[in-house]
Each structure stands twice: as structure tokens, then as C-alpha cells.
């Protein structure tokens, strides 16, 4: 009698559960085409040609199936976004690497090798991040005028660097905060100072912080079109957002070319998320304390 | 090799929380002296100021007579193991234990031979290419007191290192260390909340009460003569029987009368403690569980006084036999004893009746079960007497 019914119970508790998770994943696939409907369209569209690429016909798939748009966004004479790729890796892989590392800098010292104020210090770093392009815009333009800071790229590499401080070092610094104190003072013990410590200790175990950091700067500073479109004034110099923003036509709008471009923009950022998100290592620092 | 000597050393948090205050200590050249208390007592604090991990508040550290208040840990020589061991995870153990010698630019013939050396004095030949995930918690243990004896530094600093191992290892390693302290006779400060630790392991003991010292000696006298009651509770498990006794005098002698008992106390007692000035004045009176014993079947013994009791409950250990039984004395309830022994007995009384409830070690084959009316034996020559009001022990 009571097996039977406990099996009813969990049979029924079972049920339950399975029915919670159909309506959960139908929620869930409901969400995921809300966001993939455009993208279905821009794929669709961009493997279109000229001719059938039309905001009218955007939900058909296309009945020549073609790769010119592709041929023409990658290195077409017109639209070409090639060398403008290329210039926004020449910024993204400097300004991502160097605010990544002053960031896990900064979150080590603010957080394990602390100083007085350094709480107040943190918090005006913090402020960094609500303060927002628009508002730095002409201040900026005056600095790099003043000091005579090369023009073009560097000038943004620099700019995206001193505004990534704020979230890389809110990052690390919350990182940083995970590792047992005891660690640090074991460091100490053994008579390492302040960078020995940094470099022996803290930053063998920092690849998941640097990973994160890493992959949330590569997406803002490759996405950003409002730095790159008032800093850099030599066309040739610009970054992919502001050729994608150009491959608008004054007269017509190839809208199979434009889908492509806006899709081979957007290719990077992607392929870092595959790369770099296996490297999201658990568990490193299992084995440092009692176990 | 180093002595140590902390002089009215105290500690002050920012909250105004005073964690150790004017600790006097002096810690002899190669001696190991185990700091004990409950959680919560400073003695990790105390350490941590020895090492430098914490600013000193007041007061005066020297090591090997020089004053270093102000000298930076790592200019002060000494090596530290960790509760937790603190291995730094990216690194095998041979990097764990090379880290200080690599630091300090020594040669790499020099490192490896070493390294090698402290491997085979903790038998961690076969695991220097590990890392501290591989290891046990014994082995990571070893790692961590070889990183600290590969510096051989002046001072060893010991911080609850065995508090994470299991029971039998925690026996085994403490020989391990005591061994090795001896060997290497390296000044040691180890900090315990066990007092079999620090029983077992110290050639001093000190006790810290709320950041205050309260005794320190050896192991034994401060078992055989705690000074106060905080003291009597703490060391010694189970913890010393405390009651309130009257002192009168009988028969030319003086009495305790616990309850409805009455102990006498032999002459020597008396004149040793001054227990003459206590008579007709109630005290607390302290027996160990394992001064207790059950009647010889031939009598009582020479030095001991007869005790009825019906045996609440008996815990068998194998090696003795644990019978708690309640006496009709009233309690010795102070927070002192409350924060020694963490109110263990005090919640057996409630729940048997009104008393005071007392533990005594049996022999295993006692043959005593629970619900049994017995008479026991107090060896009077050992009793302990403290002063209600001023919870020392009396004539000390």
C-alpha cells in the first residue's frame, strides 16, 4: 500500500515537473525568436540579390540564393569593410588588453593590498562609469588638442582605455575579493611584496576574471560607433561601426550589401564569446584551502 | 634561533573592539609555547601581531631582543602555517616550498637541494610535482610546514594547523610537529582552541580568556593548579567538576560539605592553600572527573571521601567509562565557566533535576549503567578550592 502510494507521489510530483519545464522552455524558445526573428532577416536578406533584397519581400528566403553582397561587404570597391575591420582590431586588441590588465591591477590593490582611502578611491573610480559619452565629448576633444595627442586611433585606444578603468577594476576587484585572504598573507609571510605578490600569486589565478573583462571590453569598444565617429576624423582610420554606418547610400540603400556588412561586423565579437567562454575556468583555485 | 618577549602587547580595532589586552609573555629560545583558548579569545590575533599581519596597537614585540613594533613581516624572520594551509594553487608543491627561497634570489643548486631536503623530512619525496589539489589533507598539511621549515627562520608561528585534519590524523601530525619543533628547535608559537594540543604539545601553556592572559605554565601545573575557574573549566576533558561547598571545621580538621557530603581535607591542603581563613565561608569547591572513583570493593581508600550518586547516563569510551551523575550542591554558575566549558553541563542539570551535575571517569570494566545508585570516592588530596566572588583559585 504505501509504496504504491509513494510511487504515486513521485509519479505525480514527476509529472509536475516535467509540465513546469515544457512551460518554462516554451517561454524560453518564445524569447529566443523574439531575438532571432532580425536576425533571421538579416541573414536571409544578405544572401539576396540586388534586386530581391526588398523591405517588402524581408521574410522570403531568397529564391537565388547568392553571395555577391558578401563579396561586396567584404572587399567591394564601394562598401569594401575589409580595412576598416582591420583598424578596429588595431583598436580593440590594444585598449582591450591594456584596461583589461590596469583593471586587474587596480581591483588587486583596492581590494587585497589596501591603502587609506582606498575605499574612497574605489568609489570615484566608480563614478567613472555613470558619466556618459555625450557628456565627455568636447572636454575630451580639448585635451587631446591641448596635449597634442596623435590623432586617429591612438587617440580612441587611449580614450577607450581610460574608460574602460572603471568596469575592469569594479570586476577584478570583486574577483579579487574571492581570494582567501590567507593566501595573500601567506604570500607575505614568505616575503613577497606588493607586485611580487601581484605576480606570483594573484595573477596565475586571475584567467577567469581576465576572461570576463576581457570579453565585456572586446564587445563594448568594437561596438562603440559615438567615440570612434567624433574622435577619429581620418576616414581611412575608421573603425568597422562607422564604415557600417556609411554603407548607408544617399540616393539607394543596398539592403542585401548593408545586411551583410552589418553581419561581418558583428562576426568578431562573436567569435571571442566561442573562444574565449571555454576558457571560463571553474575551480582554480580548488585545492588552495582545506580540502 | 630567537626568544621572544611581547610586552604589555595589546590590540585595538578601529569598531574600538579590544581583542588582546597588555599581553605579557616571554617565550624561551627553541621552546614552543601553545596560546589556548575559546573562539573569540585573541589568540589568533596575539599571533597574528607576532607576525606582523597585524599593527600592534600598544605595547612592545621583541624578537631576539630586538624591538620590531615597526619592522615589516617580512623583515622579521619568521615563518608561518596557516589554518587553512594557504598553498598557492597554480604552483606544485616543490614551487609551494621553493616560493620564500626563490623570492630571496637564493642559487638553484641551492633551492633543489633544499627543497629536496625538506621533501624527505616530511616524507613528501613522491608528491613534489603535485599540486595542492591532488593532495590529501595531511599531505597539504606537510606542504604547508614545509614552506614554513625550508626558511629556517627564527620563529615558527602555528595557527590552528591541524584544526581541518580528521581525528586520527590530528594525533599523528601533532607528534609530527612536536617531533620536528624539538628537532629543529626553532622558538614556536602555536595557537589552539584544543586543549589536548595544547596539553599534549607545549612546553608552556598560556590562556587567554577575552584577550587577558590568565595563566601560563606547564601543561601540568596548570592542569594540577589552574588559577582560576576559567582555567579549571577550559583544561581538562570532560572539564572539572565545580560546586559551592561550605569550608567548616570537624573533629580539629576542616570539611567540605557539598551537598549532603561531607569531605574532609586533609591537613596539608589546608596549610598549602590557607583554607583556615575560609571556614564557615562557601567556596567552589573543584574536583577532575578522573579524581573520582568507584568504591574498592575492599573499602574506601586511604585519602578518599565517600560520595552517593545515581548515575544519570554513562558514556563508554572504550578506554574509560564516563558516568555523570548529579550532586545536591547548588551549581557553580559563572560566565567564566559557562565560556570555558561552552555550558555543556549546565543543560544536563536541567534536564535531570536540581543539582549540580558532576562526571567521573570510570574504569572501562566498571561494570556501571545507568540508573544505578553507587558510591564513589573523591581523592581529597586533590581538590580545588576558588574564591566565589573573585573566581581565583584560593591560596595561589
Known sequence: MTTVALDHGVKLRRRRRTRAQVVKYLALAFVALVVLLPVYVLLVASFKSGTEADPSRAWALPEVWSLDAWREAWNGEQYGLFPYLKNSLKLVIPATLLSTMLGSLNGFVLSRWRFPGADLVFLFLLFGMFIPYQAVMIPLTQIFLEVDFPEGLPRLVFAHIVYGIPITTLIFRSYYATIPEDLIEAARMDRAGMLRTYWSVVLPVSAPAFVVTAIWQFTSIWNDFLFAVFIVDDPAQWPVTVALNNTTGSFVTPYNVQMAAALLASLPTLIVYILLGRYFMRGLMAGALKG | ?396
Open chain 2, 1 to 396: 634561533m630567537a626568544d621572544i618577549r611581547l610586552d604589555r602587547l595589546a590590540k585595538r580595532f578601529p569598531n574600538g573592539f579590544v581583542a588582546v589586552k597588555d599581553l605579557s609573555l616571554e617565550i624561551a629560545e627553541a621552546e614552543l609555547l601553545v596560546l589556548v583558548g575559546p573562539s573569540g579569545c585573541g589568540k589568533t590575533t596575539a599571533l597574528r601581531m607576532i607576525a606582523g599581519l597585524e599593527d600592534i596597537s600598544s605595547g612592545d614585540l621583541y624578537i631576539g631582543g630586538r624591538r620590531v613594533n615597526d619592522v615589516l613581516e617580512r623583515d622579521r624572520d619568521i615563518a608561518m602555517v596557516f589554518q587553512n594551509y594557504a598553498l598557492y594553487p597554480h604552483m606544485t608543491v616543490a614551487q609551494n616550498i621553493a616560493f620564500s627561497l626563490k623570492l630571496s634570489k637564493r642559487p638553484k643548486h641551492e633551492i633543489r637541494e633544499r627543497v629536496q631536503e625538506t621533501a624527505r623530512l616530511l616524507g613528501l619525496d613522491e608528491l613534489l610535482d603535485r599540486r595542492p589539489k591532488q593532495l590529501s589533507g595531511g599531505q597539504k598539511q606537510r606542504v604547508a610546514m614545509g614552506r614554513a621549515i625550508i626558511r629556517q627562520p627564527q620563529v615558527f608561528l602555528m595557527d590552528e594547523p591541524l584544526s581541518n585534519l580528521d581525528a586520527q590524523l590530528r594525533v599523528h601530525m601533532r607528534g609530527e610537529i612536536e617531533a620536528l619543533q624539538k628537532r629543529l628547535g626553532v622558538t614556536t608559537v602555536y595557537v589552539t582552541h584544543d586543549q589536548v594540543e595544547a596539553m599534549t604539545m607545549g612546553d608552556r601553556v598560556a590562556v587567554l580568556r577575552s584577550g587577558e592572559l590568565q595563566q601560563v605554565d606547564t601543561p601540568s601545573n596548570v592542569y594540577d593548579r589552574p588559577t582560576n575557574l576559567f582555567v579549571a573549566g577550559f583544561i581538562g576533558s570532560p572539564p572539572m567538576n565545580l560546586a559551592r561547598a561550605t569550608i567548616e571545621a570537624e573533629n580539629g580538621g576542616l570539611v567540605v560539605r557539598l551537598g549532603s557530603s561531607t569531605i574532609p581535607v586533609p591537613a596539608e591542603l589546608v596549610r598549602d592553600r590557607g583554607l583556615d581563613a575560609w571556614i564557615g565561608r562557601e567556596s567552589i569547591v573543584g574536583i577532575r572527573p578522573e579524581d573520582i572513583e568507584g568504591l574498592p570493593e575492599d573499602g574506601r581508600p586511604k585519602d578518599g571521601a565517600p560520595l552517593e550518586a545515581t548515575i544519570d547516563r554513562v558514556e563508554a569510551l572504550g578506554s574509560d567509562l564516563l558516568a555523570f551523575f548529579t550532586i545536591d550542591a547548588p551549581p557553580a554558575t559563572s560566565a567564566a565557566i559557562a565560556e570555558a566549558t561552552g555550558g555543556g553541563l549546565e543543560e544536563v542539570a536541567l534536564i535531570t533535576r536540581e543539582g549540580t551535575p558532576f562526571c567521573a571517569t570510570f574504569e572501562p570494566r566498571a561494570g556501571i549503567r545507568m540508573g544505578d545508585r553507587v558510591e564513589v570516592t573523591v581523592d581529597v588530596r586533590r581538590l580545588h578550592f576558588f574564591d566565589p566572588e573573585t573566581e581565583q583559585a584560593i591560596g595561589t
